[in-house]
């Protein structure tokens, strides 16, 4: 007779699992949590004989894997409402970098910002993130572009994951942009990120990958390479921040260094497609900067779906082109501006976002995996795409239980 911590029933589970029915649906099911790890799901007519220190009926709502964001800035200082008013307003973006706004009125914030100032920020817009069903969370550098910031902002999305209960996977992207400091010496700040940067954030174990913005506005693709080449000798993993703007060769050099995602896409041509499907990456899309930026470009959806490219959405939390917490509103987003089915959505915040960082122990309800699980309101997985502006949330169960997620300590 097995035995087990927790055992839900009386439930409707949406596994998540791929090539079975829609959504992996269990309509009438019961889920079993050991250690953490859910040890058994499936229809509750043949749940095995079995003792639960805790059986909890959660009459006929529906449980999902937890959701994933698998790309965010969610560590920053300074607070940039003003420019968005600005642009309302009718001012450009070169107006905004002329009167000293953009990127770098955040890079100034967060260089001037103590560890704690930032941590306190980013608590807040973690816990909306919790509050709409995350339990993994990847959090990016890229706001500091000198050694000893990005490195704090790396300590400090380390910190959230200790006290929070969440799962925090961090990247490095000092290779955001150029600092005031390197202007017109993009090559000299590329040579400081190799020789001193990378190092130091390998050594104290503050990076689970490494990430760059290949565009012209950012770094070329020999630029990317260099620190992609890089990575690989320290041992991390890859991502990229490809194609936004412009048709940058980023998919292309993503797929030459097997990245495990390439973000953004909007201007991806077909062959870059193709890359991404041969070398296995995923396309991490991005509807919140869509919107923000009133992109009329779209990711290539079409082309993705027939190569078989793995499809991610994730919030892309930022200051300046998404002030989005919430990846239920990202799926609103996804499936309105890009025409991702709903099935989609929630495929691309559980199972391939998983895949996005490189986490092959969730994304699914399946024995063997970690109990992070939500718990909905919903009378169909459809509605967390559908509606907008409503939490749906029941609760959140992360590796089987209630998670903290992010105290003052």
Excluded at 208 to 214: E, I, P, S, T, Y
Aim: overall charge negative; proline content about 5%.
């Amino acid at each position: 007779m097995d035995r087990w911590d927790l055992l839900l029933t009386d439930v409707r589970i949406a596994t998540m699992r791929h090539g079975v029915v829609a959504y992996g649906t269990v309509e009438d099911g019961a889920l079993a949590i050991t250690g953490g790890t859910i040890a058994w799901v499936g229809p509750r007519s043949r749940l095995p004989p079995g003792q639960a220190a805790e059986q909890r009926s959660l009459d006929g709502r529906w449980i999902t894997p937890a959701l994933i964001d698998c790309h965010t800035h969610l560590v920053f200082g300074g607070d940039r409402g003003a420019e968005f008013e600005a642009r309302l307003g009718g001012a450009s973006y070169e107006d905004i970098a002329d009167a000293g706004g953009g990127i770098m009125s955040t890079v100034r914030a967060t260089r001037a910002a103590t560890e704690d100032e930032l941590y306190g920020a980013a608590v807040d817009r973690l816990r909306a993130l919790a509050a709409e069903g995350a339990a993994t969370v990847e959090i990016k550098s890229g706001y500091g572009l000198d050694t000893e910031t990005e490195l704090r902002m790396l300590e400090v999305a380390r910190r959230l994951g200790r006290h929070s209960g969440l799962t925090i996977r961090t990247t490095l992207l000092a290779a955001h942009a150029v600092p005031a400091e390197f202007r017109g010496r993009a090559d000299d700040y590329i040579d400081l990120v190799l020789a001193e940067v990378m190092p130091a954030a390998v050594e104290r174990n503050l990076a689970d990958a490494v990430d760059a913005f290949c565009e012209g506005i950012a770094f070329d693709v020999a630029q990317v390479a260099r620190v992609f080449e890089r990575a690989v000798d320290l041992g991390l993993p890859v991502k990229l921040h490809a194609d936004q703007l412009s048709d940058g060769g980023g998919a292309e050099v993503a797929a030459r260094f097997r990245a495990l995602s390439a973000d953004h896409l909007e201007y991806t041509p077909p062959h870059g497609v193709q890359a991404l499907a041969k070398a296995g990456t995923v396309a991490v899309l991005l509807p919140g900067a869509c919107l923000t930026l009133d992109e009329t470009c779209r990711p290539p959806v079409g082309e993705l779906r027939r190569h078989g490219v793995p499809i991610a959405i994730a919030t892309d939390c930022n200051p300046g082109t998404s002030s989005l917490c919430s990846l239920p509103e990202t799926m609103a987003l996804a499936s309105r501006l890009f025409g991702l089915t709903p099935e989609e959505c929630l495929t691309g915040v559980t199972r391939h976002a998983a895949r996005a960082l490189g986490l092959e122990d969730r994304g699914t309800l399946e024995a063997g995996k970690r109990a992070d699980i939500a718990i909905w309101d919903i009378a169909h997985p459809r509605d967390l795409s559908y509606w907008l502006g409503r939490s749906q949330l029941a609760e959140l169960l992360v590796a089987g239980a209630a998670p903290p997620v992010a105290t003052s300590a």
